[in-house]
T-cell receptor, first 113, second 115 residues
Framework: DVKVTQSSRYLVKRTGEKVFLECVQD?????MFWYRQDPGLGLRLIYFSYDVKMKEKGDIPEGYSVSREKKERFSLILESASTNQTSMYLCASSFDRTARELFFGEGSRLTVL | QQQVKQSPQSLIVQKGGISIINCAYE??????FPWYQQFPGKGPALLIAIRPDVSEKKEGRFTISFNKSAKQFSLHIMDSQPGDSATYFCAASRGGGGATNKLIFGTGTLLAVQP
């Protein structure tokens, strides 16, 4: 089975802190994605990566950056956390660029105080 | 043009009943329409998907109906069970071009099946 692991399930941070959300997949997938999930807004794409050191902006990249130094690992970075970034963050991976099936992690719930 | 509109936001169905969730899109370039199911505390998982060259796809109790001219598609859950209680997301994506495809998700429907 494909496994996408998000290292932190729950985080509480203060406004202005730098936050790292880590994601690892074990199936040698090309593509990795970061979404945020908010009630009534569904899943919104923040950033995605189709190769090591490659990244592309999604629909809501403002306030976020990403890092992909190794194929299996994709990190989401909040340079200076703000309260409006309190959300559930979901990492996903797909086998190839068609992205016909995404495999999601269990999510990281971030609260920014 | 990138949006996928989903309704209803929440749905309560009696055990054994039919659950129906609807989605509409605007971008006619979309060519792949999956549904994802998310249980509490878990990430979404692919449930069923359809391409626009067919009008219906069935997998067990789950059926996607697709209306290309109306740019609408829906998920039907027959004989709904309490274990089907979850959040359901429709999505759409566009293939080809060599660039990585992105799934555009709807806003989700919280389904509760009462015993």
């Amino acid at each position: 089975d494909v496994k996408v692991t998000q290292s932190s399930r729950y985080l509480v941070k203060r406004t202005g802190e730098k936050v790292f959300l880590e994601c690892v997949q074990d199936m040698d997938h090309e593509n990795m994605f970061w979404y945020r999930q908010d009630p009534g807004l569904g899943l919104r794409l923040i950033y995605f990566s189709y190769d090591v050191k490659m990244k592309e902006k999604g629909d809501i990249p403002e306030g976020y950056s990403v890092s992909r130094e190794k194929k299996e690992r994709f990190s989401l970075i909040l340079e200076s956390a703000s309260t409006n970034q309190t959300s559930m963050y979901l990492c996903a991976s797909s086998f190839d660029r068609t992205a016909r099936e995404l495999f999601f992690g269990e999510g990281s719930r971030l609260t920014v105080l | 043009q990138q949006q996928v509109k989903q309704s209803p936001q929440s749905l309560i169905v009696q055990k054994g009943g039919i659950s129906i969730i609807n989605c509409a899109y605007e971008n006619t370039a979309f060519d792949y329409f999956p549904w994802y199911q998310q249980f509490p505390g878990k990430g979404p998982a692919l449930l069923i998907a359809i391409r626009p060259d067919v009008s219906e796809k069935k997998e067990g109790r789950f059926t996607i109906s697709f209306n290309k001219s109306a740019k609408q598609f829906s998920l039907h859950i027959m004989d709904s069970q309490p274990g089907d209680s979850a959040t359901y997301f429709c999505a759409a994506s566009r293939g080809g071009g060599g660039a990585t495809n992105k799934l555009i998700f709807g806003t989700g429907t919280l389904l509760a099946v009462q015993p």
